[in-house]
């Protein structure tokens, strides 16, 4: 049992597209009755996500709560930026009762659990669970998590194989840190799909995990809260391909920020960003969208060549911009060639 002062923290990990801000939109709209402070660690310096959950703001989490790291991975700035702002969370007027935090896709969930260890806030905070969320279709196609039967047999045929591609190694350390696994878009992934998902992630998994299949983020908030794991002096059973590294890097992945101006054609500007991901393996494009003659923001998501767009709300006071993110694998980030396949 964990410590009932301290104030137990859920942090949500899973790599880009999975749908953790969905998820997050969802216990915000289903507290339990809990007063809930929310942390989003960007990758890249447009903060979409922290502006979506900030949309979502109400009384059991006010816009006050909900705090943004960017430009950083939160592990790898522990000192400079991640324990300041929880301890800026917990001298809120009204101390949250529950913090969730987002990591960045790209993030190492280990390390970040080894920060609850800093004498500043080990004894009043917890990590009450990590919850992955994992993308059911695409771990289904085998994209991020191989076949590990597979992977051996390449590995005794080549030794040029012995490590991991990036990409697998941060989906395997987050199901290999994770409480409960949960398989997103379902409805995508179809009953096949899921069942092949669940078959993966057992694989990957250190220890049997509770997999659940879930649609828009929907799942009940007593499943995932209040687990007390403690998870923070836990880390012996949560294995990292980064065990025994003094630190980490996210050199793998970069990213840029397209200023596209005011926008004519939305249809036009998704067909840009499908072929372009196609072209260019760019793994995410996310950012907000000005239309001209529509007083309505666009909210433009893709995961690889998948993309979902709509106007979210009005702009307001904040100005018109359309500023769209783009991450990839350091060698596929070519500013060049993405702001000609954008138009710019």
């Known amino acids: 049992m964990s ?11 899973g790599f880009l597209g999975s749908g953790k801000t969905t998820l997050i939109r969802h216990l915000m709209q289903n507290p339990q009755g809990k007063r809930l402070a929310v942390l989003v660690n960007e990758f890249g310096t447009a903060g979409v996500d922290g502006d979506i959950l900030k949309s979502c703001a109400d009384e059991n989490c ?10 950083g991975c939160i592990c790898c700035t522990v000192a400079d930026d991640f324990i300041p702002t929880i301890e800026q969370l917990m001298a809120l007027p009204e101390t949250p009762e529950h913090i969730i935090i987002e990591t960045s896709g790209l993030a190492l969930p280990k390390p970040l659990l ?35 039967d597979a992977v051996q047999a390449q590995r005794e045929a080549d030794d040029s194989l012995d ?3 990036p ?4 989906f395997e350390d987050q199901i290999s840190c994770a409480d409960i696994v949960l398989l997103s878009k379902a409805d995508l992934a179809g009953e096949a799909g899921i069942a092949k998902a669940k078959e993966v992630v057992e694989a990957e998994a250190p220890r049997k995990l509770p997999i659940i ?28 391909h980064h065990d025994g590294h003094d630190d980490h890097e996210h050199d793998d992945f970069d ?14 500007l998704q067909d840009a960003i499908v072929k372009m991901a196609k072209d260019q393996n760019i793994l995410r494009v996310k950012g907000y ?47 060049a060639a993405i702001k000609a396949a954008l138009g710019v």
């Open 3 to 13: 410590d009932l002062s301290k104030i137990p923290v859920t942090v949500i990990t």
């Open 62 to 71: 006010p816009e006050s709560n909900i705090m943004e790291l960017a430009n």
């Open 114 to 148: 080894k920060a609850f260890d800093w004498p500043a806030i080990k004894s009043r905070i917890t990590v009450d669970g990590v919850i992955a969320v994992a993308d059911a279709e695409a771990v289904a196609a085998g994209q991020f998590a191989p076949d590990l």
């Open 163 to 165: 490590h991991e591609t």
């Open 167 to 170: 990409l697998s190694e941060v």
């Open 213 to 240: 299949a879930i649609t828009d983020g929907v799942v009940d908030p007593r499943v995932i809260l209040g687990l007390e794991a403690a998870a923070e002096d836990d880390l012996e059973n949560r294995p990292s």
């Open 255 to 268: 990213s840029i920020v397209v200023d596209l101006g005011e926008v004519e054609d939305v249809q036009a």
């Open 289 to 335: 969208v000005a239309v001209k003659g529509k007083p309505m923001r666009y909210l433009v998501q893709a995961v690889g060549t998948r993309i979902r767009a709509q106007y979210d709300q009005p702009w307001g006071t904040r100005p018109r911009a359309s500023l769209l993110v783009v991450i990839a694998e350091h060698d596929h980030i070519d500013e």
